[in-house]
């Protein structure tokens, strides 16, 4: 069976993620399966909402998707495959296609709902999670960042809650996220099965119809929690990657020693790009962001032949399984400014850059 299945009910679209022992981890094909069903259903009068969920190992919902192929990313670095470039470049295309459909886009956020799974629901126009939403953008546990407009959605979060959650790759539940807002609206899990099956089942007049229809469905969007925004602020809020952890490692607070703890296990090089790459989007549209991480996520294959924090990453975790990542360099401290800097240099000129046409 197909890894997307695809599904029109009455006026809907309807998309699940086909891969439930690999968690919906996204392929190249799935990439594209996706791309093409959303490309046509745009250009459809008939199909006025699209929805998407994941299949679970016991059916639909249960898990969202939990990123990219990490195991083709490392065999297709380790040996030069041309689909490696296709895989970012096309997959960023379908964010940026999702987030700016021109119809409601319905993202069923159950599960694990990570890396790539965030970069096909963030965009939507409604993000649904549930009491078993485990979200994150986990990256620099690998050597890589937190892509697929990553730094655009993060960086916009409450206060400095972005550089958090990119920086550590920490994982929250609903509440959290939509008190950061990177989810919309809370319901029980066992509703999902209902909601979807009444898709599609009313003609609705236009867009703001359907989601005045939708907001029917579901309970109130505000969680009715506050962000304790102060709590990341005093860390994540400081200039540079050693001066965030210093702080964390002077405060005697559990807390703020274990996210300290945590950071140091990460890629320390990427730490201090992925810093920068929040803090840059902040002032960048979604275009502008995806074609900065096209070029990070370039270098992160090819700037240091041998030397890929990415590649070094993935094996720890997913070839070798040893998780003792031999990072390069080993400490935070250790990273200079003029590593860092060949990262944001794009390697296209802006006629050349593969996302030009965003």
Not at 232 to 243: I, K, L, M
Not at 284 to 302: I, N, Y
Request: negative net charge.
């Amino acid at each position: 069976m197909s890894d997307i299945i695809l599904e029109t009910r009455g006026h809907a679209g309807l998309l699940t993620l086909n891969r439930p022992k690999a968690l919906n981890a996204l392929s190249l094909g799935m990439v594209r399966e996706l791309t093409q069903a959303l490309l046509a259903w745009r250009d459809d009068p008939a199909i006025q909402l699209v929805a998407v969920r994941g299949m679970g190992k016991e059916g639909p919902f249960g898990a969202f998707c939990a990123g990219g192929d990490i195991r083709f990313l490392h065999r297709a670095g380790s040996q030069g495959d041309a689909d490696l470039d296709a895989f970012f470049t096309e997959e960023y295309r379908l964010n940026h296609l999702i987030h700016t459909y021109p119809k409601p886009y319905i993202a069923f956020m159950d599960g694990i709902v990570m890396g790539g799974g965030m970069g096909i629901s963030q965009g939507a126009s409604l993000r649904l999670v549930t009491e078993r939403t485990r979200m994150a953008m986990p990256e620099t546990a690998i050597g890589l960042f937190p892509d697929v407009g990553g730094g655009y959605f993060l960086s916009r979060c409450p206060g400095h809650a972005g550089e958090w959650l990119a920086l550590t790759g920490e994982t929250i539940g609903a509440d959290e996220a939509i008190a950061l807002g990177l989810a919309d609206a809370r319901l029980p899990s066992d509703a999902q099965p209902a909601l979807w099956e009444s898709l599609g089942e009313t003609p609705l007049a236009s867009a703001q119809a359907v989601e005045e229809w939708l907001a029917s469905k579901i309970i109130a969007r505000s969680s009715g929690i506050t962000w304790a925004r102060s709590h990341f602020d005093q860390y994540f809020s400081r200039s540079s990657v050693p001066a965030i952890l210093a702080a964390l490692e002077a405060d005697g607070s559990d807390d703020a020693r274990a996210t300290a703890a945590t950071l140091r296990k990460r890629s320390p090089l990427m730490l201090h790009v992925v810093l920068e790459q929040v803090r840059r989007a902040r002032a960048m549209d979604l275009a502008d962001d995806l074609r900065m991480e096209r070029d990070l996520v370039h270098h992160c294959f090819h700037l240091r032949p041998g030397r890929s924090e990415t590649l070094e990453g993935i094996r720890a975790l997913a070839v070798d399984k040893d998780h003792a990542p031999r990072w390069d360099p080993p400490r935070i401290e250790d990273v200079t400014p003029e590593m860092v800097a060949p990262f944001f240099v794009s390697p296209w000129t802006p006629q050349e850059h593969p996302l030009r046409g965003l």
